[in-house]
């Protein structure tokens, strides 16, 4: 079938099928046009300090220009970025980017094996790290080939004095930052103040070039990065806007970011659509803290929102969250993990918007597909963005029809180059005609609209049939009493797996028996859970998605 040619009449009116993609030739082309742009208006927020586009241009220049004449790198030299969302990551992201530098997003929760492998499969040169997560670089850094720290604190962005004063607090008073000592590192307010006074040649990086070493989760073994380049970048900002409809008015939106920027999906969110747009980014640093995080968001008229399944759960939950302002807010996207139809409806019974779904991957800017806000259909991923081609194969890599449920594949500009110095995992991930293996299985519906089924890999095969676990938890997630749930596979002597669900109930009166005769009602009888968990939370995630592997592997180990 012509996936191409049958895509082409899909679109809502006003959606095109394919854009222009040569309107940047980097992401820092991007930057430099919306700080310019938007130069008054603010860019980003954290921690009780706004930043505008202008200062954002400035204190990027000034981090870039400290990298080419205080330190030995090069083009192309990559440096690591270890923090939460601050403002200072917008300037050290694009502050690198000008200097023609390769960023390596860094979770800052990495343990110290997790880190020591990144900075060196990645061969990063230097590292920005956030005080509080110092004292494992510290044990990190000499098995490493990093030669420049950079360390900030969490305050560094407001004035001198405030600086200082709430610095002091957070080390001193709540016990924040663990003891380190790296003396040869500098502290980002003087690299700052001295790359002022220093020139700056900025880099002219093109599309082909490698702006991000996006490492994925490691899911399958050892994490591997993801090479993107400016034109992969690029490409999804543009891509991925049209499908946004009416639903960003530049240079007036103000979106609430909860979701951490060194994550692919806010990266581009927010470093890059949303960037481009001029619009006020509010950073959420532990959307955990959900009381905090309601109170910071009632000091804006947000207009938009952006997060996944079990944050949105987490937040309605909150009852002051339920009594916020929504009267601004025009959209919810979400991804990240599947999104429960009860979580969706909830949702929009609490705020009034509609959640439109999309999906992707590391591996692909991330966007693949997205739900236009004025045509969402609940329970898909949407349509795939402009210029990317969606099918199905089965195990052969034969193409499937309309309906039948296959491997997702995916080709298009935002697709990554491949696997950082791993020719043969790289050549594995594609078909032999090009398409990007997604790993999941889905269905292309006959209008178009993709729905996901489940992770190949977590797929359960009871009696020889194939059971999603997605459809289980959103059967199990409907329950008013269950707040979320994960389905996995037990070995079983009859059946050979059997489906066992641990969840998180919202009410403590839930019976397993009435969950179990929830189920019966709702699911084939081999789909029915033979078993169930009840815990006080879930494994997830640093973005929040549930765990499935962790708890599976523990049955196992139970079991052998």
Known sequence: MDFEQFYQDKYPPGVPREIDLNKYQSMVDVFNQSVKKYADKPAFSAVGVTMTYGELDAQARNFAAWLQNKTNLKPGDRIAVQMPNLTQYPVVVYGAMRAGLVVVNTNPLYTTREMEHQFNDSGAKALVVLANMASNAEKVLPHTGIEHVIVTELADMHSPL????????????????????????????????????????????????????????????????????????????????????????????????????????????????????????????????????????????????????????GLMANEDFRNLDFSQMKMTSSGGMALTSATAKRWQEVTGVEIAEGYGMTETSPVVTFNPPSAIQLGTIGLPICNTVCKTVDEDGNDLPLGEPGELCVKGPQVMRGYWQRPEETEKSFTADGFLRTGDVAVIQEDGYIRIVDRKKDMIIVSGFNVYPNEVEDVVSSHPKVLECAAVGIPDEKSGEAVKVFLVPSDPSLEEDELREFCRERLTAYKVPKSFEIREELPKTNVGKILRRELRDEEIAKNS
Request: charged fraction near 20%; aromatic fraction near 6%.
């Open 162 to 313: 405030k600086r200082t004063l709430m610095n002091a607090a957070v080390k001193h008073l709540k016990k924040m930052v663990p003891a380190y000592n790296l003396p040869q590192a500098h502290k980002l307010p003087a690299v700052l103040a001295a790359g002022a006074k220093e020139k700056l040649d900025e880099a002219r990086p093109t599309q082909d070039d490698l702006a991000v070493l996006q490492y994925t989760g490691g899911t399958t073994g050892v994490a591997k990065g993801a090479m993107l380049t400016h034109g992969n970048l690029v490409a999804n900002l543009l891509q991925t806007r049209p499908l946004l409809e009416d639903k960003i008015e530049e240079g007036k939106e103000v979106m609430i970011a909860p979701l951490p920027l060194y994550h692919i999906y806010s990266f581009t969110l927010n470093c890059g659509i949303m960037l481009e747009a001029g619009a006020h980014n509010v950073l959420i640093p532990n959307p955990r803290d959900i009381p905090a995080f309601v109170k910071e968001m009632k000091n804006y008229k947000f207009t938009s929102f952006v997060g996944l399944n079990t944050l949105f759960n």
